[in-house]
């Protein structure tokens, strides 16, 4: 069993809870200022994109407290986890790439990528929930500005850089033997500022070796520089866990919190530097540049197999941007134009198993010009070129088909991709209309292959990158009280990269199809009531060769979400969250001839009161203990589905108090 995380979350406390006085309110920005769409701050008025955004309020509001679980409610916006209630190797899916989420939904800290450049997950852990201001969803390909892995959208996760002088603490105790702790503090001047968030947890897990901890250390720190500033983020985490494993039909069906390997864990643990500089060159020229580092190392030790992993991965990147105002005459017209540079490479070792080396150079240009042709009017147009350059190599070793030679490969692609949009919006209206293509190259991981005859290792250099088109209609309104947000999208793609089990490698898809709606509206329906509604119809399809017409597996065609929110002023605020996720087909199942995998509805609710300076909120979460499953396929050496089970009902207590 891993050593328990305690004494850091110990050092964490003692650290913020001697802390000055401080103003606990921060400061939020408003609600129409996004990031993602430019790469700088603007009014959304002019993006031609489906894009919603989760403030802290929402933050505050949601009985989730993983990051990823924040998500689920939106429209086109699927979330999964195999294992637990923390959110460690959950996977964010927009627009329905099933299997290939991962590969295709970008992840983004600040504008800065999570996505790792094998087939990790994201490090979720290295970002406490309390350092988040606001969430940027942008669905449909974010391709442009941020290249490789954002055909399905991006999310872009903002966090708290205000200097307000504050610091505050949080404290709570949970069923399964839950424990968090979490921690604020930030200071400031007319110098500069400095913050910092830090984040414990700790749950004993609802399934048999689903126990989970985790530590994270991050923050900001600022000096101005007229009127800009130069800063370093930072951030250090520490996760672990057991691995439950899958469960056969059975098992599942008989109890649900048994696990098929009790002894299997994980360790993950790294840190991420990133220096960079915000300044205005002029009144209308601006720069914005990023050097990043960041590091993971990880630790399996998988029992069940008699098999240990350690794998290792370091990623640098630099990523300078231009905002240039400079108009179009008499119009209104402004240009962003940048680089960014990813180097990575990942060092794999196992005990039963060949040691693995792979590199990946990503080098990219991107263009993009806003330009306001009447009042309300806007065009966008951009380009992007992007080459990557990877290799892999494996050592010689003795497997299950007897020696096996070594294997080293490389390969290097370029891909252009082109996005254009018009957007037109009036008093408490806006309608947009964008078109363009998307590209995904293959990561590290998928470079590995065997030839299904010998067994013998192979480099995958026959893998295509992936390419596509999409188009995309929508817009947004506000008459009083009631707001609303709908888009219609279709997305084409050629060579979609996916691991196909009947052959045991990786390969690229016959044609696919993506194509839905998306709609989501808000009502206040009183000063004190909110309601929110989202609705998401996704049909993910092969488009040619033997399997025309049927269904991507792992996509529900339908998905909705409610949310009520009474604000009882000092009798407390009350949240319930019932979210719907449809049926959908097994992993693998590409033929469409199995069961699908069933529907299922969960229900949470929240209460909070505020007594200040303290604060205490209350969570039950899957409310009427709903057995079901987000991730399930089928073993054709077993001749049977397996499951990984979701989390049966549990509760969550917090108190949290700021210093004043």
Do not use: C
């Not at 126990?211 to 800063?231: D, M, N, P, T």
């Not at 026959?462 to 929508?474: A, M, S, V």
């Not at 009083?480 to 196909?500: C, F, K, M, N, T």
């Not at 009531?529 to 049927?550: E, K, M, Q, V, W």
């Amino acid at each position: 069993m891993q050593p328990p995380l305690t004494p850091l979350a110990a050092a964490l406390v003692l650290a913020f809870a001697t802390a000055a006085q401080a103003d606990p309110l921060r400061a939020e920005e408003p609600d129409a200022v996004i990031v993602t769409a430019s790469r700088f701050k603007e009014s959304d008025t002019n993006v031609p994109a489906s894009v919603s955004v989760i403030t802290r309020d929402d933050i505050r509001n949601t009985p989730a407290y993983d990051l990823p679980s924040m998500l689920k409610g939106s429209a086109g916006v699927g979330v999964r986890a195999l294992t637990g209630s923390l959110g460690i190797d959950a996977t964010v899916d927009i627009r329905g790439f099933g299997e290939a989420a991962g590969s295709n939904t970008l992840i983004l800290l600040d504008g800065q990528r999570m996505n790792p450049i094998d087939s990790g997950s994201v490090s979720w852990s290295a970002i406490p929930l309390d350092s988040v201001q606001r969430i940027e969803i942008q669905r449909g390909a974010g391709t442009v500005m941020y290249g490789d892995k954002a055909t399905g959208g991006v999310v872009n996760i903002i966090t708290d850089k205000s200097g307000t002088p504050r610091a505050g603490i949080t404290v709570g105790l949970g069923s399964s033997d839950t424990q968090t702790v979490s921690a604020n503090g930030a200071i400031g001047n007319e110098a500069g500022y400095a913050n910092a968030f830090a984040g414990y947890s700790h749950t004993g897990g609802w399934r048999q070796n689903s126990q989970a901890e985790l530590a994270a250390l991050s923050g900001r720190g600022a000096l101005y520089v007229g009127q800009g500033e130069a800063f370093l983020d930072y951030a250090v985490y520490d996760n672990r866990s057991g691995q439950p494993g899958a469960l056969l039909r059975p098992a599942y069906l008989a109890n649900p919190q048994s696990s098929s390997y009790p002894n299997d864990s994980q360790n993950s643990n790294g840190y991420r530097l990133r220096p960079g500089v915000a300044l205005p060159i002029t009144d209308t020229l601006r720069l914005e540049a990023e050097v990043s580092y960041d590091r993971q190392d990880q630790h399996a030790d998988y029992v069940s197999f008699g098999s240990k992993a350690q794998r290792v991965r370091d990623t640098w990147s630099v990523t300078p941007r231009l905002r240039w105002q400079h108009g179009f005459g008499s119009l209104k017209s402004e240009t962003v134009a940048g680089l960014d540079y990813y180097s990575g490479q990942v060092d794999a070792n196992y005990s039963t198993a060949a040691t693995q080396e792979a590199r990946q150079t990503s080098t990219g240009a991107y263009i993009q010009n806003v330009t306001e042709w009447l009042a309300g009017l806007a065009s966008t147009v951009g380009f992007r070129s992007q080459r990557v350059d990877q290799s892999a190599s494996q050592d010689a070793y003795n497997g299950f088909y007897g020696l096996q030679p070594a294997m080293n490969g490389s390969a290097d692609y370029t891909r252009n991709a082109w996005d254009l949009g018009l957007s037109y919006a009036g008093d408490g209206w806006r309608t947009y209309a964008r078109g363009g293509t998307t590209f995904r190259f293959a990561n590290t991981d998928e470079l590995f292959s065997y030839d299904p005859f010998t067994g013998n290792p192979t480099f995958a250099g026959n893998l295509k990158p992936q390419t596509g088109t999409l188009g995309e209609i929508g817009g947004s309104f506000m008459i009083g009280p009631v707001s609303g947000r709908a888009a219609v999208y279709r997305i084409d793609l050629e060579d979609e990269i996916v691991y196909d089990g009947a052959v045991f490698s990786n390969v690229n898809l016959d044609k696919t199809r993506r194509q839905g709606v998306e709609l989501e509206g808000d009502w206040r329906i009183v000063p004190s009531i909110f309601l929110r509604l989202t609705y998401t119809y996704a049909d993910s399809t092969f488009r040619s060769g033997p399997y025309t017409g049927n269904q991507i597996p792992l996509v529900p065609t339908n998905k909705a979400a409610a949310r009520l929110t009474w604000n009882g002023a000092q009798f407390g605020t009350y949240t319930a969250v019932v979210n719907y996720v449809g049926s959908q087909y097994y992993s693998g199942d590409f033929a469409n001839a199995l069961d699908k995998l069933p529907g299922y509805t969960t229900a949470d609710f929240m209460a909070s009161w505020n007594f200040k300076p303290w604060s205490v909120t209350a969570r039950v979460l899957n409310a009427f203990d709903k057995v079901y499953s987000p991730y399930a396929g089928y073993s054709a050496f077993q001749s049977d589905y397996y499951y990984y089970p979701a989390d049966g009902r549990s509760f969550l207590m917090t108190a949290s108090y700021n210093f004043r």
